[in-house]
């Protein structure tokens, strides 16, 4: 019996995919990076129709999260997969690396400009903070596996980059675009001077907190029979004469309180806390309103003759007051910010001295905190004043004279969206533009709609400068403007920034210095980045000033796609980009979103280091990215369990192709037998599905169908049914060799499949196939080799039924009936005469299709037969047939282990059938269908 067992053909045991996947794909990692595989990519692709993803760059500052992780491996995805379909596809990445977040960190350890560091020193400490915090980042997003020009990413940094912003800056003002207008800043009434972050200190102040009603104009909403006024609390009295708006928390809930002759709008936590300070007898409503639901309203001011409306913004609180912020966009950094999303105006009526204009009405003259007093007393004649007390709290002071200071609204550099009706041609190169999912284009043609100038100057010491001689007494531009773009852009390709800040205006315009100011604004770093499409995009050879996709975070439609779309329109009268893909932000198991206050945050290196890298990628393209995407250790465990389901399925197919060389034994199509010509059919169909997902960039959906194909098609059937073949008829028999070619077919197939998701366990398989040509999968394209036109019902039909046989024989297993599937038999009844002749056409191999030791069919006339209690039957089922199941009166076969009437007949192998004698002393078996 030794004997016949050392004659199967078992799948080798010594195999090299192995475990600890997380280890393992450092070697890859470093092989890729050694042979410099995405130049060999990009050699090999060269001159093929060109795909362009242009990667929106993070921020360099700090780890990279959850977030950051989702985004860079869907475009690794797309990029892969754009690649197989024959393009060439490069992939630049990019950091922001100008703005506050570093210069904050900076200030941690080097102090404030001004303070104990100088500005210049400040600027190269900050170039040095940027660049150890992408290759921290870079680094962390290799080890994700994506491929990448690592070595030469874009940096807004960088000095050509920098230059090329000024350029682009130079172009937007020479095509009509720029203005000047007004941002509140903090302002020191001693100094008559704006004042930065580090000249500013904060100690405690009495201030005069008031809460003032608004008279809501329009209170059908309620459906009430009193009037309703929205209270606001605020402890800036003076700002009330600037007011343009009242915030609401778009989420929280507002009651009414009945007061008696009126009734009061607050919100809901803070209720009961607020009529307890007015100590009114009030009743408060149960029934609440959103503060969504009251966008729009319009109130009367409470002492001026104008309405304005209720807006809402996420920076309300329940903190203290009444959940109704007071909002004047001229005095206050967050009502400036929510003023430009509703363009309010910003007005300002107060002097650099801090005296209210004299057209001011009832205030004009008056110095703003003498004329709280005045404001109050205003409000009292009114009728507009709830409740007034004093309030000692932190309040910002100037650090020199240590007096409080102020929010006033200063002049600012804007690109106008009116004056050369850029807003329209915006908003029509939206429609030319493939919004994914489409809903993305509704949502920024509103916010382009809505947006008022985008403000591009900022206050700041590490960031592009704004360029620009500004004449003292016209406020006219200098009328080399143009010229000294070039020629100030060329210097800082040179030398950076540094150039400009330590310069004097008279080294660029001579003579003509004592008459011009030299801008020391620098720029918004959503500019910066805004403005790749010319710094990357236009400038490098290898990609096109046109992007074929944008591929970001939904929050991006009012960040990066709108300041890259506005920026392009206003230089190139074209967007920079053909279509906009977006996806949804990551969520605990309970819906909430990721924060470190919260506890919740899932680390991308932890997931990576516990369970590699693919298994992150692969929860990732498992997860439908359009909306929110949860993540938690439950469902990481399901992603472990879908990998190894696939990893499982392709190790069976490699081990069993151990001694399968193709160049010596592939088999063509013909020569094979129909299971596998039909098993090779069902995978080109499918892979023509799979190439339609990955080109919609639906990813989970190619996810599912191959899982699918490893649990169904593979594991639950093909699999299982050639494992007689492999392992008893002869080693280079045709049965066995048309099993190997299908099996190598499906095996090219899918490392394919898997490349984009599983890129370090498909390059992993690509190792262990057989004969081949490229030394990484990444070097090749979809699989061309499947024969696609076959068809078999005979084998549909019998896939069809086998449910129904794996039923009565588990049945038959449970009562200890049976060991195994082998040790029965089938009839099966066919009501239907097509599926009769379907089957009949199997013949003998339908039971080894069924897994079984005999299978008989019985022709629509034939009447059915219940032979005894050992048998199992179905009722007709949908298919027409009945199925009877009979544990086997026949002697097993030691080799095959199949129960057979002709085991024992030759004397020479009393243990074996005579397939299996056949296979060990004679020529072997031929098996073929019908």
């Known amino acids: 019996m030794s004997d016949y067992k050392s004659s199967l053909n078992l799948p080798a045991t010594q195999f090299a995919m192995k475990a600890n996947l997380a280890n393992r794909e450092g070697g890859f990692l470093k092989k890729w990076q050694d042979d410099g595989l995405y130049k060999q990519i990009r050699n090999q692709n060269k001159g093929k129709p060109k795909f362009v993803l242009h990667d929106g760059p993070p921020y360099a500052n700090g780890d990279i999260h959850i977030g950051h992780a989702v985004n860079k491996v869907l475009k690794d995805m797309i990029v892969k997969s754009k690649s197989l379909s024959g393009f060439d596809a490069p992939y630049v990445p990019g950091w922001d690396c100008h703005g506050l977040p570093i210069e904050l960190n900076v200030e941690k350890t080097h102090g404030k400009v001004g303070i104990k560091i100088d500005a210049n020193t400040f600027r190269a400490e900050c170039r040095k903070y940027a660049d150890q915090q992408v290759t921290k980042q870079k680094q962390d997003f290799q080890r994700l596996g994506i491929l990448s020009d690592w070595d030469n990413p874009y940096l807004t940094k960088d000095f050509q980059y920098e230059a090329n912003i000024v350029r682009a800056l130079g172009q937007i003002v020479d095509n009509g675009h720029v203005s000047k207008g007004y941002k509140p800043v903090h302002w020191c009434t001693e100094c008559g001077s704006a004042l930065a972050e580090a000249e500013v200190e904060y100690k405690d102040k009495q201030s005069e907190a008031i809460d003032v009603k608004f008279r809501i104009i329009d209170d059908s909403i309620f459906n009430v029979n009193m009037p309703v006024s929205v209270v606001i609390w605020t402890t800036t009295p003076w700002t009330l004469p600037a007011n343009e708006a009242v915030a609401l928390h778009p989420e929280l809930d507002y009651v009414l309180v009945d007061i008696g002759s009126e009734y009061l709008l607050l919100a809901q936590a803070l209720a009961e806390g607020s009529v307890s300070r007015y100590d009114f007898k009030a009743t408060i409503s149960k029934q609440t309103f959103s503060g969504s639901e009251l966008e729009g309203l319009k109130v009367k001011h409470p002492f001026y003759d104008k309405q304005v409306p209720i807006i809402l913004g996420e920076y309300v609180t329940t903190d203290t007051g009444t959940g109704a912020v007071h909002t004047a966009p001229a005095h206050g950094q967050e009502d400036f910010i929510v003023g430009l999303k509703y363009n309010l105006a910003v007005e300002c009526p107060v002097d650099a001295k801090g005296v209210f204009f004299k057209e001011t009405e009832l205030l004009g003259g008056q110095f703003i905190f003498k004329a709280n007093a005045s404001v109050i007393e205003i409000l009292k004649q009114a009728n507009t004043l709830v409740k007034h007390e004093p309030l000692m709290h932190s309040y910002p002071h100037c650090w020199r004279h240590k007096t409080p200071v102020i929010f006033r609204a200063t002049p600012q550099w804007f690109i106008s969206m009116q004056q050369k009706g850029l807003r329209d041609a915006v908003n029509g190169e939206i429609s030319k533009v493939q919004w994914i999912p489409d809903w993305g284009k509704k949502r920024i043609e509103l916010m382009v709609g809505n947006r008022p100038d985008w403000c591009i100057s900022r206050q700041r010491f590490w960031g592009v400068p704004i360029t620009l001689f500004v004449h003292k007494q016209t406020g006219e531009l200098h009328p080399r403007t143009q010229e000294l773009f070039k020629e100030i852009s060329n210097k800082i390709e040179k030398s950076g920034i540094e150039v400009w800040f330590e310069s004097d205006a008279q080294d660029f315009i001579g003579d003509d210095a004592s008459d011009y100011d030299k801008t020391t604004d620098t720029l918004d770093v959503w500019f910066d980045s805004g403005v790749s499409h010319f710094a990357v995009l236009k400038a490098r050879k290898e990609l096109s000033d046109v992007a074929d996709l944008y591929l970001e975070g939904s929050d991006q439609h009012r960040g990066w796609f709108q300041s890259s779309l506005i920026s392009s329109v206003a230089i190139n009268d074209k967007a920079p980009y053909k279509n906009v893909l977006t996806h949804g932000f990551v969520v605990d198991k309970d819906g909430k979103k990721m924060s470190k206050s919260l506890g919740n945050v899932m680390s991308p290196q932890k997931v990576v280091n516990n369970l590699g890298a693919d298994i992150l990628r692969l929860w990732i393209a498992s997860t439908d990215y359009t909306g929110e995407m949860t993540v938690s250790d439950e469902i990481l465990k399901r992603s472990v369990d879908s990998y190894r389901r696939i990893r499982n399925t392709v190790r069976f197919m490699l081990a069993n192709m151990q001694d399968f060389n193709p160049i010596e034994h592939l088999l063509d199509n013909k020569q094979m037998l129909d299971l596998d010509k039909w098993i090779v059919a069902k995978t080109a169909n499918l892979q023509a599905q799979i190439i339609k997902a990955y080109e919609q960039y639906n990813f989970h959906h190619a996810v599912q169908l191959i899982l699918n194909f490893c649990s169904n098609d593979l594991g639950g059937f093909y699999l299982d049914v050639i494992k007689d073949r492999q392992y008893t008829t002869q080693a280079n028999s045709l049965a066995r060799r048309s099993a190997q070619s299908a099996l190598y077919h499906i095996a090219e197939a899918m490392v394919r499949w898997l490349a984009p998701v599983l890129s370090f366990t498909a390059e992993e398989i690509w190792q262990n196939m057989?004969?081949?040509?490229?030394?990484?999968?990444?070097?090749?394209?979809?699989?061309?080799?499947?024969?696609?036109?076959?068809?078999?019902?005979?084998?549909?039909?019998?896939?069809?039924?086998?449910?129904?046989?794996?039923?009565?024989?588990?049945?038959?297993?449970?009562?200890?009936?049976?060991?195994?599937?082998?040790?029965?038999?089938?009839?099966?009844?066919?009501?239907?005469?097509?599926?009769?002749?379907?089957?009949?056409?199997?013949?003998?191999?339908?039971?080894?299709?069924?897994?079984?030791?005999?299978?008989?069919?019985?022709?629509?006339?034939?009447?059915?037969?219940?032979?005894?209690?050992?048998?199992?039957?179905?009722?007709?089922?949908?298919?027409?047939v009945f199925v009877t199941v009979t544990k086997s009166e026949h002697q097993k076969c030691v080799r095959c282990w199949h129960h057979r009437k002709d085991v024992g007949n030759n004397a020479k192998h009393p243990e074996l059938c005579g397939r299996c004698v056949e296979n060990v002393d004679g020529k072997g078996e031929i098996r073929k269908f019908a």
């Open 770 to 880: 057989p004969n081949e040509k490229n030394t990484s999968i990444f070097l090749e394209q979809w699989y061309q080799e499947l024969n696609e036109n076959y068809s078999n019902d005979a084998i549909n039909t019998a896939r069809d039924i086998s449910p129904l046989i794996r039923q009565h024989i588990e049945r038959m297993r449970n009562e200890k009936i049976i060991g195994s599937s082998l040790e029965v038999e089938v009839d099966i009844y066919c009501k239907d005469n097509n599926i009769y002749q379907s089957l009949k056409r199997l013949g003998d191999e339908l039971h080894f299709v069924f897994i079984i030791s005999d299978a008989k069919i019985h022709s629509p006339d034939e009447p059915i037969t219940i032979p005894d209690t050992t048998t199992r039957a179905m009722e007709w089922a949908e298919r027409g």
